[in-house]
């Protein structure tokens, strides 16, 4: 790309920026308007923690105790139960 090509379009692009800068600040006349368009969004309250009880978080550990000596168990059974390689 030539040198003055790219400035040319450097320069129009700056003319472009102005001319929304001026259309922007044309608005500051409706304050109303404008505060409303660009006020920030409130931040969302913080959720509330739930919290385990002891029961619970027991019950929860006899759960995953259960789960995971079934997952160990199939894969046990399925590691026996492999077919002898053919040599």
């Known amino acids: 790309m030539d040198l003055r090509k790219v ?3 450097l320069k129009q692009e700056r003319d472009r920026l102005n001319r929304a800068i001026a259309a922007l600040e044309g608005i500051e006349g409706a304050p109303a308007v404008a505060a409303k ?3 920030p969004k409130p931040a969302p309250k913080a959720a509330k923690k739930h919290k ?3 029961e619970g978080r027991k019950r929860l550990s006899e759960m995953m105790k259960k789960r995971w000596a079934e997952r160990r168990r199939k894969l046990k ?3 026996n139960h492999r077919p002898a390689k053919a040599a």
């Open 37 to 39: 368009a660009f006020s």
């Open 77 to 79: 059974l399925a590691t």
């Open 7 to 9: 400035l040319s379009e």
């Open 52 to 54: 385990l009880t002891p």
